[in-house]
């Protein structure tokens, strides 16, 4: 227990740090497709891992600050607490895109449903650069905090 407290810690100092940037929508019909596909893609790969008991190796994907949350170890952690709250991952649904004000990061927001939760948020938060700088799994609600 006292593990996940300190990852609520890290969660909250990560929050409160990005409080200060505004969120806009994008239309849908200019949000990257292909980013968002990938998104998907990505988080969905590793959340069925997850549940397999598996932790696949950090990608090119990674931002280098992402790289070191997606250790072998590090996954396997998040994982295990996870677990008994909202049990395995079986499926995400596309729910909108937004992006930072100032521009610094493009966020893609799915509707999770797992074991033991029918709806969590996934969120995967892409930089400038294209690279996954953030992936949250979080209670849903339906403004972005």
Do not use: H
């Amino acid at each position: 227990m006292t593990r996940f407290v300190r990852w609520i810690a890290i969660a909250a100092i990560a929050i409160s740090a990005c409080a200060q940037l505004k969120y806009e929508k994008i239309p849908e019909v200019e949000v990257n497709q292909t980013q968002r596909a990938a998104a998907e893609a990505w988080a969905t790969q590793t959340l069925t891992s997850w549940a397999q008991d598996r932790y696949p190796p950090p990608d090119n994907d990674l931002s280098d600050a992402m790289k070191p949350g997606q250790s072998e170890a590090r996954q396997k952690e998040t994982d295990k607490q996870l677990e008994p709250i909202v049990g395995n991952f079986k499926s995400m649904a596309y729910f909108e895109t937004r992006k930072s004000d100032p521009a610094k990061f493009v966020i893609y927001r799915f509707k999770g449903v797992f074991t033991k939760e029918d709806l969590m948020e996934i969120r995967m938060v892409y930089n400038l650069q294209g690279k996954i700088d953030g992936f949250w799994i979080k209670p849903w609600l339906n403004s972005m905090q």
